[in-house]
């Protein structure tokens, strides 16, 4: 068990009364810490720098914030690499300026959820060293230990999502262990039921310290096949959540990950978590062309997680039919698995992937124009929302050069995968200031890019139409309207005026007790028109940052254009 340091949370009496379900179309702002703010001037953002930026995130209009980790670690992945699971790492900070924060967050009515990495520990984690020392030590089989075949080679032939066999020797106990990411992060033997009564020990430290959910890394991996099997080839085109070039994705991973056991373990968790009003949880999904299904299956049933996301829209496909393709696809697999109960949870963006904008732009003339639009349509798919720090400004991928890495992904895969480094890089705060006021040190942790600068947050508030302002403006419409928080989504055909099928447009209805909005999206460079049903008898919805008028048998989007309308019957108590 972890030391568990000042078990008292502070400020218990104060803290929220949190409402069964805030969790349900909450919109949750990721936030990187080493890359938000600094507020001791190492260069290296921290939890006292988050605290004095929480009134920012409050104003964009956000339900809650999701701390990527922060605990004690070696930092060979960036704090995915765990060696205490109930004590902050120096670099952030120590735990009076985390209850600080959560304390500051709750009286801006912000949740706080936390990045809960279970499946795999640090190799500096005492629970590593002890199961290392000796195979007969009480951690013994905390850890996933095999002999080698009698060749010498790993006992199958699983593969490392960050390269080469997930398989490393130990001279100390002359055998295998199983690591699913880098070596220095050896999986976690789930099978043993020790390990899992203390990885819910640590949940329940951060609980009792007031937090409001969490965030669970790599959901799916926490089991593998006891039995060690082989896992077969893989016939997949198409996987988003690895990175490229790597061997990982030439196999179906039926047996290192997405085990059956794994439900057992999430029921577990759920039951911990429903100790405490309010607590939420949102699973990440990596499983290739199975994730949406998984999604579904982990969400199902309200015993098991809250929502999860998965990579299908954080990859390099964007068009109405993949949108469309992806949504239908975890609707149809909600209904086999809890009656269409199953709650998603979607982002364009994270520190895992390459943003958005720079993802889907590269051909785009307008791009302001452009990530308004991705606003708002993420804002409107049904299911909760993450939306990732830097996402509001419309910042694209910075460019960086090798020697700036720190990322093991594009350490290891240069130049072909530049890694997660691009995305990671710091808030740009103001345009006017040293490192975009992201720091006072000569130097920060990744550099600053310069066209973030450009875009600061600064700059965004002194410009009327700014993609900032555009956040705000339309995150304040969505609260105003229940259906695009809470309603089922239709996707409906989009026809013009002539009959014509328009098909780099995106329609669908969200529909919320008896209420609906019809949601248009234009994702073409050029303008299309959208036959109105007068039957319908729809009139535009004012507030959204897009257009607003129509005549009396189409309404016109120019490029990247959205459109709101509710029906006349509705439009007084929507």
Sequence with gaps: MDQIVNQTPANQNNLPKSADGWWRGAVIYQIYPRSFQDSNGDGVGDLPGITSRLEYIAKLGVDAIWLSPFFTSPMKDMGYDVSNYCDIDPVFGNLNDFDALVKRAHQLGLKVMIDQVLSHSSDQHPWFTASKDSKSSDKADWYIWANAKPDGTPPNNWQSIFGGSAWEWSTKRNQYFFHNFLSSQ?????????????????????????????RLDTVNFFFHDDELRDNPPSNETNNNDVPQMNPYGFQQHIYDKTRPENINFLKRFRNLLDQYPGAASVGEVGDGNRSLQTMAEYAADDDKLNMCYSFDLLGPQFSSAHIKQCIDKFETASNQY???TSWPCWAFSNHDVNRHMSRWSANIVDK????????????????????????????HEAELQYEDLTDPVGLTYWPENKGRDGCRTPMAWEQDHSHGGFTTADKAWLPVSAPHIETAVSAQNQQENSILKHYRQFLSFRKSHDALIFGDIEFIDWQTAEGQQVSNGLAFWRHFQGKSILCLFNLSETPISYALDQAQGLTALHGSGFIQSQDKNTVTLNAHQAYFATRVNDEANI
């Design 186 to 214: 050896p999986d976690l033997n789930f099978h043993c039921l020790a390990v899992q009564d203390a990885l819910l020990e640590t949940v329940r430290f951060w609980l009792e310290r007031g937090v409001d959910g969490f």
């Design 338 to 340: 809890s009656n269409g």
């Design 368 to 395: 302001p124009q452009f990530a308004k639009l991705l606003a708002g349509l993420l804002l409107s798919l049904k299911g909760s929302v993450c939306l990732y720090q830097g996402e509001e400004l419309g910042f």
